[in-house]
């Protein structure tokens, strides 16, 4: 891995501690950063859940409605045929 960054052009630096009171403002700022991220996903998939029973829904009235039409021809040809007999 050390060779790899050095390849990249990254050269080891010394990293100086934070002193409490930096560590606890970068902490609480990841840690709403990882709640707004948090709270936009699940509004994604919440509206992803929503789209999809709409759609589910959207298609089952159809198919009611196609099934209805296919019924009603199928009694309608009955009548014809009982007409023309």
Do not use: H, S
Not at 14 to 24: Q, T
Not at 49 to 64: C, I
């Amino acid at each position: 891995m050390r060779a790899k960054m050095r390849l990249m052009g990254f050269r080891g630096a010394a990293v100086k501690p934070l002193n409490e009171e930096a560590a606890a403002e970068l902490g609480a700022e990841l840690l709403g950063e990882a709640i707004v991220f948090g709270v936009g996903g699940l509004c994604l998939y919440l509206e992803y859940a929503r789209q999809t029973g709409q759609a589910r829904r959207r298609e089952d009235e159809q198919a009611a409605a196609l099934r209805e039409v296919g019924e009603r021809l199928e009694r309608l040809r009955e009548e014809l045929e009982a007409v023309a007999a």
